[in-house]
Structures are given as structure tokens and as C-alpha cells.
């Protein structure tokens, strides 16, 4: 494949390539295939004779047959010229005459294209073509009214073009070009003239729509109309109503096809949306309204079922109530106008006792005061329109007032007896006022006073509250008491007298009582190492016949006194709260005149004092370190303090302030532990004394001294090599052993003299006797 530029304007023969790849063995070249003598072959060059043009030939297929020397076969070869483009042709407009019209209203759409043609290679930038809109004439009423795309040449309006008037300008003439090389500044081009018709339309928005709600049909029903006048179109519908409710045919016409109802929806507005076949808008969408009449179909409802309100007892010839209904007809029209009806009362006697008002709702008593009525009653209103009604209930309560004061059943109780020691609590009688009013309403409710009698408050009232009975408590001696009965709420009619009042007579017995304790339970705290017989705590106590004797209980170990009629409990000795740090007994007292008592719990928590020092836990003397030093290994050491976590909490190791000490040795506190080790790696084998101090967390602290332990060589096991040496005041195996057998020695010798000694006579035998006492041997 060769490719070879057209229009070549130089030399000839134009040599266009060496034909490459041939057998080198050849002796004759012949091309075929060229039948208007453009190519030619000379010493394996291929060349031509003319210049080529890609528009009337765009390619060329030339056979090549190869001659060989001593053989009368022959080898083809195709060649194949491609001629390359070059921007040699102008485009040029399809039509002469290019025209198009437009109608009013139409939208920013193409309504006609502009055609060009480029003879150039198609898929090149030598055929590419740019349009463009060069001048608009008449320039009115806008100059820019009308666009041309720069690459389909589809010609629309502009948002300038809304105020295109046919009457103004009826024509414009366009004056367009077309340019190749994508409308480079170098391309060719051409220009023409587009003629546009402005014509008029019929699209408009159609007038409004009423249609009365509930039509009978048939359904669909048209009751509207648009029109297109332009192009080809389609409509479709768009608005706030169910689907399906509108529609619109083909030829524009309007269907309702079902029944509208005015109180779900009084009024539509559909928009009519007019389309291209491809889905684009031509126009802007026209508003149809709908508006929908009313018809009397709704009947008036209450807000509620059922209404309650409350009259007074007194009240007279007074408005209790307004009842409001509502209709959701048209308020515009008499469908919505509503009158009321007392159609009912329970109980129905007497008659006539409510109203209800014709036009506004409102319900009134009509009698001169509601006393012996019933205490309620149920009424039933109706709520009426034309032609439909519904009705509800008014419960009308009467209030109890309070126009009956209280009465005693009788102007004086008693005498009552009590004895004194009765409980605080103890019901002395029980007095009734009676009440006329309404039982259980706060008119019949009384209120007790105790008016004379009471002045130190020895009596108290309590009113039961479902009968008004009320009970006096007895305190203390003997009382004469003045009762008054009232109303919680002012009496409205009448006023309190004698009837209201009433007279308590009381005597109280006397009866020995027993000793009474202050309290049930006493703490007392002590600290430990404290002196004996300070007062720790008084027991009080009280007896109106005689003074109480105190005693103790439950003091086994008499660690603690009390005095008999004073009640002071003292210490007997001093307490130590590491033996005990909690006692309790019990002091109880005896009336002095009887068997009654009293008795009460007495705990005494001894409060901890920093009293010991703490102390090593367990025996060390056969342990050692080794030397050299041994990685990780430690003597741990457990200590422990007998005082309480305040004084006895974490306890701490110290090395003596001694620089070869603090060199040689090292304590590391673990947890509740604390651990000794070398702190060099390598120290004589010795026995050492490692002085070390343990010290409790008081202020100031207790401490001990102690002195610890054995360094020696060790094998691989970590066992120590020689025998340990004994520590300083520390006993050794051998001697604790020659110590107990001499101490078993000596007391094997004291109980033999003592034996001796038993069996010794003091006076002397005679010697009429003395062969007869037995030898004795001495030891």
C-alpha cells in the first residue's frame, strides 16, 4: 500500500516509492491494471505521470508481474495507490433556497435545519462543518431573536424571540455560513440566506371549567378543548388530581370520566403540556381551571359524641353550654345553614327544665334554681340542614352547694373513763354531725374543732371520711372538751349555731406505769489503752411513779460498770481492740416499785490506736543468697501488724542509713511483700547482718529492727556449697538440742530429790526399831 497526496504540482514523471522486497533474480517488470496510463515502473521505482484527485478516484489497484531469467513462469505482485485528502473543495448549502416558518409561543426548539456539504474526505477536518448566524434583517423587535447550532445547523428561537409580533414583522431573512476545517480561520466557506415565516397560533389557555360535584354521567364527559396549529403534536395532562381523573384524546378535547366530590377537592388546575413526537416540549403548557359546585351531600356532624358540663344547685334560668355542628358543603351557599333541636332529656321529669337556642347552639336552664332535682340528667341535641341531620348527648351534672351546715346528733357525750398508761392512740369515743348536702361532696364534708378544753394539746381529732365520724386520742389526764362541726367550703345559705356544737366529758385513771427508755439502741465508741472508769455513755431513763434501777447483761468478762440510779456506764478496765474490737450488752431498767422494766442494746466499738509495732512473719535463718550474684533471686520477706488498716495499712522496708549496707544490699517492695537482694554482683561468702527497719503507715510510725541473713557459693542447682554459719543471737541446731536434755536433766534430778524427801520420816528411829526401816539409797 502506497498512500500518495492529490493535486501534486511539481515535476514529472512524480516518483512516488521504491518498490521494496522483490526477488533479486528478476529481469522484467510489467504493471497491468492502469488503463488511463498514470503509472509506470522504472528500476523498481513506481512513479506517475499526472496529479491525482482523491474526488474522482480515491484509490488505485495496479498488478505488477515479475519475469525470471531461465524460467518462463511469472510472479504477481498487487500495488495499491490511496490517495490522501486535501482541503481542496468549498462547502456548499444543499438548497438555494432555504425557508422555514415559526410559530408564536414555540419554545426554544429547533423548528428547521440548515443543510451544507463538504466533497472533501467525510471523516476528516477537511469535511467538518461549522454553522453560524451572521445577521438577522429586519432587526426588530430584538436584533438576537433567532439561533443557528454551530454543528446540526438546526435553527430556534431565543428567550428575546417572546416578543415576536407577526402584525410588526411577519418575515426575516437570515444571512448564515457554513465553513470546513471545523471553522478554522483558514477553512473555506459559503454563505446563504434563510427566509423564517412568522405565522400565528391557536394555542392559548381555553377559558374555566365548572361542573357541579356527584354528575349522574355517562362518563367520560368533554369539557374542554386545545389546539396546536403548528407541527405535528401531542398532549398529555399534568396536575394535582388522581390518575385518570382527566384526560385528553389526540385531537386535543378534555374528558372528565368520574364524579367529583367539592369537600375533598374544590378546584383543579391542569396544565396542558403540548410535545413534539420525540418527547420535546414545543410551547409552554396552558392552565385549564376546574372548578367544582357544590351539592347539599354532607350532613351537619358535632365535633364530639358526647358533651359534659355542670350546673350549680342554686343556679337559676342560666346558659350552660353551646353546642356547634359543621357542614362541609360550600359555606357560599344555604346547604351549610344549621338549626338545633332539644329532641330529648333522661330523666324527663320535670319538663322544661333546658333549652337550646334555634341558630347558635346554646343550652340553658330554664327553672328558677336546680334544688331536688336529680343530680344529672341527659340531654339529646339534633344539628339539622335542609334536607339532612345527626344529633349528640349533653350529660348535665348538678353541683351540690353548701346550704346545709352540720349537726351533732346530741349536745354532750360522757363522762368517758381511760386509764392513764393507755397507748397514745387509744379511741375515747366516737361524735357524728349529720349534713344535709349531697353524702361524699365536699358541702357534706365536716371539719372538727376542738374548741376549749384542749389547750395542751393532749387530744387529737380524726375524721373518718366516709362517715364524718370522728375519734379522740387520749395523752394525759382529765378534760372536759368543746367540739365544733363545720364545712371544708362556706356555707351559701343558713349559718353555724348550737346545733353545730357539742360537749366531751374525760377521765383519765391512774395506773402504775414502768420505766420508759430515751432510746431503743445505743452506740458508744471508746478508744483501746484508754484509763478505766471514764463515762462512756448515760443511759436515761424515765418513770412517772418511781426512779428506774439499772443493770447490766450480757457483760461476761466485767469489762464494764454502770451506775444503778444514775445510768452512767463506765470502762472497769482498759480494752485492748486487738483482743475485742466490739462489745454488746444490754442495760435494763426496773421500776422501783414493781416488776415492770425497760430494757435496751447497748454496742461499744473500740476505736483502733497504733499500740504495735509490726513484726517479720517466718523463720529465715536457713536461707541464703548466692554470691555471684544470681539473676532474679531474692529472699522474700512477709511482715504483718496487729493494729487496724489506719494505723497497721502498707507497711514499709528501709535499709539503715549505712553507704556499705545500701552498696551491698537492695529491698524492692512486691505487692504485699517486699524482696532482699544483692545489689553487687559479687559479695563474700559470710554470714551478714543486713540491718533493715519495718515501719507501719501511722503518724509517727512504729518500727522494728531486724537482722538478716547467710551469703554463700553455689552449685548449679543453686544450692548453697558450704554450711551456713550461724547468725549473731540466733540459735544453732546442736545448741537447741544440748539445751533441752540438760533442762530434761535438771528436772529429772528435782523429782527425785522431791520423792526422797516424801518418804523421809522426821523423828528418828530407836534402835529397838531400826532394823526394821528398810535400807534407803541415796543417789
Not at 336546680?370 to 334536607?387: F, R, W
Not at 496487729?642 to 512486691?670: C, E, M, Y
Request: with cysteine; hydrophobic share 35%.
Amino acid at each position: 500500500k502506497i498512500g500518495v497526496p492529490e493535486n501534486y504540482n511539481g515535476i514529472f514523471p512524480w516518483y512516488l516509492a521504491k518498490l521494496q522486497n522483490l526477488p533479486g533474480n528478476y529481469t522484467d517488470l510489467v504493471l497491468t491494471g492502469d488503463d488511463e496510463g498514470i503509472f509506470g515502473v522504472d528500476a523498481q521505482f513506481l512513479y506517475a505521470l499526472q496529479p491525482l484527485d482523491r474526488e474522482k478516484q480515491p484509490s488505485y489497484s495496479l498488478q505488477l508481474q515479475v519475469s525470471f531469467r531461465a524460467s518462463v513462469h511469472r510472479q504477481s505482485f498487487t500495488v495499491e495507490v490511496c490517495v490522501i485528502d486535501k482541503n481542496d473543495n468549498v462547502p456548499t448549502f444543499i438548497e438555494e433556497s432555504m425557508r422555514g416558518s415559526v410559530q408564536l409561543g414555540l419554545l426554544k426548539i429547533p423548528f428547521m435545519q440548515v443543510e451544507a456539504l463538504d466533497r472533501d474526505e467525510r471523516n476528516t477536518v477537511h469535511a467538518e462543518l461549522r454553522f453560524s448566524l451572521m445577521e438577522q434583517t429586519p432587526r426588530i423587535p430584538s436584533s438576537q431573536m433567532f439561533f443557528i447550532d454551530s454543528i446540526t445547523g438546526e435553527v430556534s428561537l431565543t428567550e428575546d424571540a417572546s416578543t415576536l409580533d407577526p402584525e410588526m414583522c411577519g418575515r426575516y431573512k437570515l444571512s448564515v455560513m457554513v465553513k470546513d476545517m471545523a471553522g478554522k480561520a483558514d477553512a473555506f466557506f459559503t454563505t446563504g440566506i434563510v427566509t423564517v415565516e412568522v405565522t400565528g397560533n391557536t394555542w392559548a389557555s381555553p377559558d374555566p371549567v365548572r361542573l357541579q360535584e356527584n354528575l349522574p354521567g355517562p362518563y367520560p364527559i368533554p369539557i374542554s378543548q386545545v389546539k396546536w396549529s403548528g407541527s405535528q403534536a401531542e398532549y398529555s395532562l399534568e396536575g394535582e388530581f388522581p390518575e385518570m381523573l382527566f384526560t385528553i384524546s389526540r385531537e386535543g378535547v378534555i374528558y372528565l370520566n368520574a364524579p367529583l366530590d367539592r369537600e375533598t377537592q374544590d378546584q383543579f388546575q391542569i396544565s396542558i403540556v403540548v410535545e413534539r413526537p420525540d418527547g420535546r416540549e414545543i410551547a409552554k403548557p396552558v392552565e385549564l381551571r376546574v372548578m367544582v359546585g357544590d351539592a347539599n351531600d354532607n350532613r351537619p356532624t358535632f365535633p364530639q359524641a358526647q358533651y359534659h358540663t355542670v350546673v350549680k344547685e342554686l343556679a337559676a334560668r342560666t346558659d350552660i353550654l353551646t353546642v356547634q355542628a359543621a357542614d362541609n358543603d360550600d359555606p357560599k351557599t344555604d346547604n351549610v345553614r344549621i338549626f338545633y333541636r332539644l329532641v330529648g332529656q333522661i330523666p324527663e321529669s320535670p319538663r322544661a327544665l333546658f333549652r337550646v337556642d334555634r341558630d347558635s347552639g346554646v343550652i340553658s336552664v330554664q327553672a328558677d334554681s336546680m334544688e331536688g332535682t336529680a343530680p344529672q340528667y341527659t340531654l339529646t341535641i339534633t344539628a339539622e340542614d335542609a334536607k339532612l341531620n345527626s344529633s349528640c348527648t349533653v350529660v348535665v351534672t348538678v353541683q351540690d352547694e353548701n346550704n346545709n351546715p352540720p349537726v351533732f346528733s346530741q349536745h354532750e357525750y360522757g363522762p368517758f373513763h381511760i386509764p392513764e398508761d393507755a397507748p397514745v392512740g387509744t379511741t375515747v369515743t366516737a361524735v357524728l354531725a349529720g349534713d344535709a348536702d349531697v353524702r361524699g361532696g365536699d358541702s357534706w364534708q365536716v371539719d372538727y374543732r376542738l374548741e376549749s378544753g384542749n389547750e395542751e394539746e393532749v387530744f387529737t381529732l380524726v375524721t373518718d371520711k366516709q362517715t364524718n365520724e370522728v375519734l379522740d386520742f387520749e395523752r394525759e389526764s382529765e378534760y372536759i372538751l368543746v367540739l365544733s362541726a363545720q364545712n371544708p367550703v362556706a356555707l351559701v345559705r343558713g349559718r353555724y349555731g348550737p346545733a353545730s356544737t357539742a360537749t366531751v366529758s374525760i377521765y383519765v385513771d391512774d395506773v402504775n406505769e414502768g420505766p420508759i427508755l430515751s432510746q431503743s439502741h445505743y452506740e458508744v465508741t471508746v478508744r483501746e489503752g484508754e484509763e478505766p472508769g471514764r463515762v462512756i455513755a448515760t443511759i436515761r431513763g424515765y418513770d412517772p411513779d418511781s426512779h428506774p434501777i439499772y443493770s447490766l447483761q450480757g457483760d461476761t468478762k466485767k469489762y464494764f460498770s454502770i451506775g444503778k440510779y444514775s445510768g452512767e456506764l463506765k470502762t472497769v478496765q482498759a480494752l485492748d481492740r486487738e483482743e475485742n474490737s466490739t462489745y454488746t450488752m444490754e442495760v435494763i431498767a426496773v421500776d422501783g416499785n414493781s416488776s415492770l422494766s425497760a430494757s435496751t442494746l447497748v454496742t461499744v466499738q473500740i476505736l483502733d490506736v497504733n499500740d504495735n509495732s509490726p513484726v517479720l512473719v517466718g523463720d529465715y535463718s536457713w536461707k541464703y543468697l548466692c554470691t555471684p550474684r544470681w539473676e532474679d533471686q531474692a529472699l522474700v520477706l512477709a511482715s504483718r501488724d496487729s493494729d487496724g488498716p489506719q494505723h497497721g495499712g502498707r507497711l514499709n522496708f528501709s535499709l539503715r542509713s549505712d553507704a556499705t549496707v545500701r552498696r551491698n544490699w537492695k529491698l524492692t517492695p512486691i505487692n504485699t511483700h517486699t524482696n532482699l537482694s544483692l545489689n553487687i554482683p559479687y559479695l563474700a561468702p559470710e554470714v551478714y547482718t543486713v540491718p533493715f527497719t519495718i515501719s507501719d503507715s501511722s503518724s509517727p510510725p512504729r518500727s522494728t529492727f531486724i537482722n538478716l541473713p547467710t551469703v554463700c557459693p553455689c552449685n548449679v542447682r543453686g544450692n548453697c556449697k558450704m554450711a551456713a554459719k550461724q547468725l549473731q543471737g540466733m540459735p544453732t541446731i546442736q545448741s537447741a538440742v544440748g539445751i533441752l536434755l540438760g533442762t530434761f536433766a535438771v528436772i529429772t534430778i528435782l523429782i527425785v530429790v522431791f520423792v526422797r524427801l516424801s518418804y523421809q520420816n522426821p523423828n528418828r528411829p530407836s534402835k529397838t526399831n531400826q532394823e526394821r526401816v528398810p535400807l534407803k539409797i541415796s543417789i
